[in-house]
């Protein structure tokens, strides 16, 4: 979200008691820039580069169809028969944000702007951490909706990172593989990370 898109001169302050309002009644899902991932994801969070997430995925696509006086049941029958057009990642990553979130993570992403290309040239999804006190590790995770994809910039942030880096994920619509040191993961086993 760019803030001066909502209104022009404005700034992330103005709105962040929106934010920790929309995100304390569980309406939204926050996940903030994580601008050097290490120990204490929390420590390193920029807040003001953040992601909402709705936490109801059911809501945000009844929302996103409401002007088109469609019943609620032939958006989804038009969704699965595949003949509405719908933006399938922003569905697939709000519902692996909404899972996270209830498995209590707390949401983290991670991009870096490169001057040579003039473009991001690493952007990870999700990370999280193993919360633990003695080996603390942190697991970036890419989601792709597709049943094609890359790792370009999942392989750069683990060469980047990888003595913070406990494992990579990508949650992906297939099966269970494990492929250049990146677990890929169906959407059903993400309450296990």
């Given at each position: ?21 929309l995100a304390d009644s569980m309406i939204s899902n926050e996940c903030f820039l994580c601008n050097d991932p290490n ?109 094609k994809y890359t790792t370009t910039s999942l392989n750069r942030f683990m060469e980047k990172y990888k003595s913070r ?29």
């Open positions: 979200m760019v803030f001066k898109d909502i209104q022009e001169g404005s700034y992330a302050d103005q709105y962040s008691d929106t934010f920790f309002w120990v204490g994801l929390s420590i390193n969070e920029e807040r003001t580069y953040v992601k909402c997430y709705l936490g109801d995925t059911g809501l945000l696509l009844s929302h996103a169809f409401d002007e088109n006086e469609l019943l609620e049941s032939e958006v989804y029958a038009q969704i699965l028969n595949d003949k509405l057009s719908v933006n399938e990642g922003m569905l697939y990553e709000n519902v692996i944000a909404q899972m996270l979130v209830a498995n209590g993570h707390k949401l983290y992403f991670y991009t870096h702007y490169s001057i040579e290309k003039h473009r991001n040239d690493i952007e990870i999804d999700f990370i999280i951490s193993n919360n633990s006190k003695l080996k603390y590790k942190m697991y970036p995770i890419e989601v792709k909706s597709g049943k880096i406990g494992e990579s994920y990508i949650i992906h619509p297939k099966n269970l593989i494990i492929k250049d040191n990146i677990v890929c993961i169906p959407a059903y086993m993400t309450f296990c990370l």
